[in-house]
């Protein structure tokens, strides 16, 4: 027989598991076209969800790919969210904000010490 499949709104499992702060955040997110099941744009937070469903979203700058595994009960600690679901999102790549001076543009204080140095190290500017 069909057996009735486990499901909750897209907008409160996001919630439960932890991706955003409050509902209302992950219900806007929803709403303005964010986030897709199974490849599908979900327009409205009411959207049922349930364990297999693989949901792809942009949470701040990144692009979480996770799938669900349960629907839980509540939004409980952390480990528990994680129970929720299985993520697949590509690993994140390390880039700094400011890389290290590698020769290029102007250099900093030191580095133009570094390049004159002193009379009395045997520099370019030897007095005797």
């Given at each position: 027989?069909?057996?009735?499949?486990?499901?909750?709104?897209?907008?409160?499992?996001?919630?439960?598991?932890?991706?955003?702060?409050?509902?209302?955040?992950?219900?806007?997110?929803?709403?303005?076209?964010?986030?897709?099941?199974?490849?599908?744009?979900?327009?409205?937070?009411?959207?049922?969800?349930?364990?297999?469903?693989?949901?792809?979203?942009?949470?701040?700058?990144?692009?979480?790919?996770?799938?669900?595994?349960?629907?839980g009960k509540r939004r409980g600690p952390a480990p528990e969210a994680q129970a929720l679901y299985e993520d697949m999102s590509p690993p994140k790549v390390h880039v700094p904000k400011n890389p290290k001076f590698e020769g290029k543009g102007r250099?900093?204080?030191?580095?133009?010490?570094?390049?004159?140095?002193?009379?009395?190290?045997?520099?370019?500017?030897?007095?005797?």
């Amino acid at each position: 027989m069909n057996e009735k499949r486990d499901t909750i709104r897209i907008d409160k499992w996001l919630w439960q598991a932890r991706f955003f702060k409050s509902r209302s955040i992950a219900a806007t997110a929803v709403t303005t076209s964010k986030v897709r099941i199974n490849g599908d744009v979900a327009a409205k937070p009411a959207r049922a969800v349930g364990a297999g469903d693989v949901l792809t979203f942009l949470q701040q700058t990144d692009v979480r790919i996770v799938k669900i595994l349960a629907c839980g009960k509540r939004r409980g600690p952390a480990p528990e969210a994680q129970a929720l679901y299985e993520d697949m999102s590509p690993p994140k790549v390390h880039v700094p904000k400011n890389p290290k001076f590698e020769g290029k543009g102007r250099p900093t204080k030191k580095d133009r010490r570094d390049m004159l140095s002193h009379p009395r190290d045997g520099g370019p500017f030897d007095l005797d």
